[in-house]
Each structure stands twice: as structure tokens, then as C-alpha cells.
């Protein structure tokens, strides 16, 4: 009997561990962290930058980022398409200078990467979940 439960348990616990995709983790929510930006018109700079992701449907989602430099401060909104179970792309717009570009997401977990990039220059954050 023990062993027949013992059994039982094991199975329990491998079913539990197995990954399910309808529970994979969601770039929805609140995240922060620091990387450069590299303007190009001047020097590499470090960046600090709180990131808020709003679902609008299943695989869109729209962003939010405030992002500040020693030398300025840069408020942008944008919309990001999940384009596999770890990957979003989408595209980004700064008002205050009139500036568009693309930006590409890594999901890691409660970690994620997001290189971002325009005529005006580019960059790359890695952020945690706040």
C-alpha cells in the first residue's frame, strides 16, 4: 500500500513540475532596472528606466517607460506583440523628441532584456519585476 502511494506522490509531483504554456509567465505588469543608451550624437550613457506593460488582447500589450540619464529625462509609450512564448516586438514613440523607433523583449522568468533602437541611436535595459 505505502508503495502504491509512494507512487501516486511521484507521479503528482512530476506532473506538477512539468511546465504548462497556458501558465507561462507574462511580460504584464510593473518592471525596473538599469542599461545604456547610446545616442548618436554622443557619448554611451547609463540609464535607469521603470517599464509598465498593460495587456490590450491576448498577444498586445501596450507599454509605458520612464527612463532617466545623468543628463535627461525620457518618458515614451509604445505597443509590444508577443511573437513566441519568450519574444515580443513592437515599436515605441518619444513625444518630447519627436522620435519612433523599434523595440525587441527577451523574457527570462521575472527578468527581461529590451533592446531598443531609432535613427537617433539605441540601447539595451535588463529589467526585474517590481
Request: aromatic share 6%.
Given at each position: 500500500m505505502k508503495a502504491i502511494v509512494s507512487a501516486i506522490v511521484t507521479a503528482v509531483v512530476?506532473?506538477?513540475?512539468?511546465?504548462?504554456?497556458?501558465?507561462?509567465?507574462?511580460?504584464?505588469?510593473?518592471?525596473?532596472?538599469?542599461?545604456?543608451?547610446?545616442?548618436?550624437?554622443?557619448?554611451?550613457?547609463?540609464?535607469?528606466?521603470?517599464?509598465t506593460y498593460s495587456k490590450v488582447s491576448k498577444k498586445l500589450f501596450a507599454v509605458r517607460a520612464s527612463c532617466a540619464t545623468t543628463s535627461t529625462k525620457i518618458s515614451q509609450?509604445?505597443?509590444?506583440?508577443?511573437?513566441?512564448?519568450?519574444?515580443y516586438a513592437g515599436d515605441f514613440?518619444?513625444?518630447d523628441y519627436d522620435v519612433s523607433g523599434r523595440v525587441r523583449v527577451k523574457l527570462s522568468g521575472s527578468r527581461q532584456t529590451v533592446s531598443f533602437s531609432s535613427v537617433r541611436g539605441y540601447g539595451r535595459v535588463t529589467l526585474r519585476r517590481r
Open positions: 512530476i506532473q506538477l513540475s512539468v511546465p504548462n504554456p497556458s501558465h507561462a509567465a507574462s511580460i504584464e505588469g510593473r518592471w525596473s532596472g538599469t542599461g545604456f543608451v547610446k545616442p548618436v550624437d554622443g557619448p554611451r550613457e547609463k540609464v535607469r528606466c521603470r517599464i509609450t509604445g505597443e509590444v506583440l508577443k511573437v513566441s512564448p519568450s519574444r514613440y518619444n513625444k
